[in-house]
């Protein structure tokens, strides 16, 4: 674990502690508010991501910036990482070898964001992080607590792409979350 931003982004800026550093062009760590009250947790950077070393700024991050904006959401309020922080070849889902050698940097990211919610985009953030018995299909738009934070498991945007029932339900998981703020703000 990296007890500070400093630490953290020293030991990953040379990263080679799995088989995604052989094609990487940028680590993509994470982006946004290092204080932020929410965290959003995706997969891992696809093509476009690669190149610009940001994670979400491609199609599906487009889709997912337009459901921001939508709800009134600020981007750069959240806190937005991924799972591996390196390309997948192909955009294939990364190997547990990958997870498990990137997971101590999302762990430390976690820690030093401190978030009160976090939402999960798809089936690989659910799974790495409240555990493989967790399926998208039936976790989606369902608060999970766990150890003092609260989780929102919803689609990945790029699922969206696919699919119009899964946005309207994509709009409705994060007005929740949009909702739990207002909550706080108000009780
Ligand atoms: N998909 C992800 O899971 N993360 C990104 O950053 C971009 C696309
Ligand atoms: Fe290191 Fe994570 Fe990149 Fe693998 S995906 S090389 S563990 S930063």
Request: glycine share 8%.
């Amino acid at each position: 674990m990296y007890e500070t931003w400093e630490q953290l982004e020293e030991e990953i800026k040379d990263c080679k502690k799995c088989k995604l550093c052989q094609n990487r062009t940028n680590i993509v760590l994470g982006t946004g508010d290092r204080n932020a009250d929410i965290m959003f947790i995706g997969e891992g950077p696809g093509a476009d991501e690669d190149r610009e070393g940001e994670p979400f700024v491609g199609k599906a991050g487009k889709l997912m910036n337009e459901a921001l904006i939508g709800l009134g959401i600020k981007r750069d309020k959240l806190y937005i990482a991924n799972i591996v922080k390196c390309r997948p070849p192909g955009n294939r889902n990364p190997e547990a070898d990958e997870t498990i050698a990137c997971m101590d940097y999302l762990r430390s990211q976690v820690m030093l964001v401190k978030p009160k919610v976090i939402v999960l985009l798809g089936s690989v953030a659910l799974k790495n992080i409240l555990g493989e018995e967790y399926q998208i299909t039936a976790s989606r738009g369902k608060w999970v607590e766990k150890k003092g934070i609260r989780y929102m498991p919803t689609w990945h945007p790029a699922a969206l792409l696919r699919d119009e029932a899964k946005k309207i339900e994509f709009w409705n998981d994060l007005k929740e979350v949009r909702d739990w703020k207002l909550e706080i703000i108000n009780t």
